[in-house]
């Protein structure tokens, strides 16, 4: 408890310009580590999708190894680009509240969006309107 006090206390005493920069410091570093939180999913979805596709492989298993491949693989990189945007959400927010980062923060989004939707496509074989194909 005591350590607290003094946190405060000290934070209190520093003038309000440095205050907010080190607020922006903490947002900067929040959205920083979001981003390689990203790339840490997309990289071990990737070594894991790798992994199970040769030891399917190469263990003899039958079944439809590609497919099952490339279901892991989408899959890793539509949680990759959703924890991205989350950080040019964070990021544009806390820094720069400008309709210009907004429409630039838009079009990433817009971008994001259509490459998730097009991912979705391709591991689901399906547009999302038509009906799932049966087991």
């Given at each position: 408890m005591?350590?607290?006090?003094?946190t405060?206390?000290?934070?209190?005493a520093?003038?309000?310009?440095?205050?907010?920069?080190?607020?922006?410091d903490l947002?900067e570093?929040?959205?920083?580590?979001?981003?390689?939180?990203?790339v840490?999913?997309?990289a071990?979805?990737m070594?894991a999708a790798?992994?199970?596709?040769f030891?399917?492989?190469l263990g003899g298993?039958?079944?439809?190894h590609?497919?099952?491949?490339?279901?892991?693989?989408?899959s890793?990189l539509l949680?990759?680009?959703?924890?991205?945007?989350a950080?040019?959400?964070i990021?544009?927010?806390?820094?720069?509240?400008?309709l210009q980062?907004?429409?630039?923060?838009?079009?990433?989004?817009v971008?994001?969006?259509?490459?998730?939707?097009?991912?979705?496509v391709?591991?689901?074989?399906?547009w999302?309107w038509?009906?799932?194909?049966?087991e």
């Amino acid at each position: 408890m005591a350590g607290w006090v003094t946190t405060t206390v000290l934070w209190q005493a520093q003038p309000e310009g440095e205050r907010v920069n080190r607020l922006l410091d903490l947002v900067e570093y929040v959205a920083l580590g979001i981003e390689l939180l990203a790339v840490a999913v997309i990289a071990v979805t990737m070594a894991a999708a790798f992994a199970a596709y040769f030891w399917n492989r190469l263990g003899g298993r039958r079944g439809s190894h590609y497919e099952s491949f490339r279901a892991r693989l989408g899959s890793g990189l539509l949680l990759g680009l959703e924890i991205l945007v989350a950080a040019d959400v964070i990021r544009t927010v806390a820094f720069e509240p400008t309709l210009q980062s907004v429409a630039v923060l838009g079009l990433l989004v817009v971008i994001r969006t259509f490459l998730s939707w097009a991912l979705v496509v391709e591991i689901e074989e399906r547009w999302p309107w038509q009906a799932r194909k049966p087991e």
